[in-house]
């Protein structure tokens, strides 16, 4: 697995002004990383991870997976949605094999893999509800092993725990993390928490209000599990909440 | 000890139970109660006025219409009827069905099918579905055609209608969802588009039986020597008021029946819709 970004640029065209929401973004990914992409609201990360995932195209530069292009939404990049985009019609179980039956992989494998993934999220005996009968935690581990099963070479999670509360935030991404350290799939995530950025990503991307600008590439060298009350981790948390702040007023400046 | 702590949580179950109930069961009973003194008015005026005209042509008094009712609802030569007009709307019906529901799906997914047909299909829902008639009588002839074509006609706007709306509703997250998972065109289709469109369709489809079972008896007074509504007119020339009213009410039944099956389908079809946690 080899994600290049490659100069993406995206412009916006709305009521005769141009908007540009960003502008010349380069970084890649390595093979089982866990990236996060962080920065204030409207600094355009979910435009990029978008346009990763193909569901809209750049205005400029370009996305190489593996040295191939990327042009559209394909089974090599999955995603998990912020509001889990599940099928409500579909039962667990459908859901999840949806991508594998998708892919034409064969029945027997399909089920031993289904029953792999289920183990793993602690969602055994719930394959046959309806996503509507599922709790909050239950359907985001359903979301993120439903983008698993296709075996993706990158996993696209867009602010995958933005519409919970703090306390069920801070057990979900203690299962996330739980998750992810039995399938080290690559991992891009959006989000705009700090505390989130640094409990599950190797690495935090941190971008600018002002047209996406790369502020800092850090690398977060804690050991797994994570461990909040850790000096390193409140030392990693402070230095990300100045530069958060900049990233932000970069904008107001601009603006005045 | 045991036997005691049993008791005490039958009696706090049926404490918890007499609470509970007489004021949901109270509700129920006021609102039976409304409705029940609504029809006795109802009733009452309907007797009042039979008694003012004193005249069985005018309007016969309610208990010789239910008597007429439980005849009718006997009399092989109306139900032969009601199942010839019956059969009329469900072949209508599955007209509608096959028209209006592909292309409500072109309609909804294509905003250039969109553009296309709107104004033709606009246009056309304006005529007035019984100035058909005329028209249908000059194709068809006497008999099942313009029952049929009217039926049809009259169903496969709000099934056209509810199929676009059930298509535009689609989240947008649905198909970009299936597109990262390796969904071609026809997963899109069979996987996104029909399951996700299902619970207007039916809607659409609750009101285009419900407006064919209306206008096929409009239809049947004119274009036809058979069925429920040629029942009624042949009930009005024989001048048996009684008859045509208990055939009215019979229509009401008859109407409401139809709907609750499409309603109780529409619930076992789209059972996710109301697996609401």
Redesign the interface.
């Known amino acids: 697995m080899n994600l290049q970004i490659e100069n993406i640029s995206k412009v916006f065209f709305h009521a005769d002004k141009v908007h540009t929401v960003l502008k010349n973004v380069s970084f890649r990914v390595q093979e089982g990383q866990f990236v996060s992409l962080l920065g204030p609201s409207g600094c355009g990360k979910t435009t990029l991870l978008t346009i990763i995932a193909g569901f809209q195209t750049s205005t400029g530069g370009q996305v190489l997976l593996n040295g191939q292009e990327v042009t559209k939404p394909g089974p090599d990049r999955g995603f998990v949605f912020q509001n889990y985009a599940l099928f409500p019609w579909m039962t667990v179980r459908e859901n999840i094999l949806y991508p594998m039956k998708r892919q034409k992989m064969p029945r027997l494998e399909r089920e031993a893999r289904l029953d792999n993934l289920l183990t793993m999220a602690q969602l055994e005996g719930k394959e046959h509800l309806m996503p509507g009968q599922l709790s909050g935690g239950m359907k985001q581990r359903t979301a993120v092993i439903r983008a698993l099963a296709g075996r993706p070479e990158v996993l696209l999670m867009d602010e995958p725990l933005g519409a919970v509360d703090f306390q069920m935030r801070q057990i979900l991404q203690e299962e996330l993390e739980a998750l992810w350290l039995k399938d080290k799939t690559t991992v891009i995530m959006v989000t705009h928490d700090i505390d989130e950025a640094i409990f599950l990503s190797d690495r935090v991307i941190v971008m600018s209000a002002q047209e996406g600008e790369i502020l800092e590439d850090l690398a977060v060298m804690l050991p797994r599990p994570r461990v909040r009350k850790s000096g390193l981790y409140q030392g990693y948390k402070e230095h990300l909440t100045e530069l958060l702040q900049i990233a932000q007023g970069a904008k107001t400046v601009n603006l005045a | 000890m045991e036997a005691i702590k049993d008791k005490i949580s039958v009696c706090t179950a049926g404490n918890l139970s007499v609470m509970d109930k007489p004021d949901n069961s109270g509700i129920e009973k006021q609102k039976f109660l409304h409705r029940l003194g609504v029809a006795i008015a109802f009733l009452g005026i309907w007797q009042l006025a039979s008694i003012h005209y004193h005249s069985n042509l005018l309007l016969p008094p309610p208990v010789k219409t239910a008597q007429r009712l439980l005849m009718i609802l006997q009399d092989l030569d109306v139900l032969k009827n009601l199942a010839i007009t019956l059969s009329r709307v469900l072949t209508g019906f599955l007209y509608a069905i096959v028209i209006g529901v592909p292309l409500g799906f072109l309609m909804g997914y294509s905003q250039k099918a969109m553009q296309a047909l709107d104004p033709l299909v606009g246009s056309i829902r304006q005529v007035p579905i019984m100035a058909w008639i005329p028209l249908t009588i000059v194709w068809f002839g006497l008999g099942d055609g313009p029952t049929i074509f009217l039926i049809a006609i009259s169903g496969v706007f709000p099934l056209i209608l509810n199929t676009i709306a059930g298509v535009r509703g689609i ?1 947008q ?2 198909y ?9 065109a026809w ?1 899109i289709f069979a ?2 588009i029909v ?2 469109s ?1 619970p207007d369709i039916l809607t659409g489809a609750r009101l285009a039986l419900g407006s064919g079972w209306m206008s096929v008896i409009c239809a049947e007074f004119i274009a036809t020597s058979a069925g429920f509504g040629y029942s009624m007119v042949e009930a009005q020339t024989r001048m048996e008021t009684d008859k045509l009213l208990a055939l009215m009410v019979m229509g009401a039944l008859v109407g409401y029946v139809l709907d609750r099956v499409l309603q109780e389908l529409n619930k076992s079809l ?4 109301f ?3």
């Open positions: 989240s997250d649905y970009h969802a299936a597109r990262s998972m390796g969904a071609g997963s996987h996104v399951p996700g299902l789209v059972a996710w819709r697996s609401k946690q």
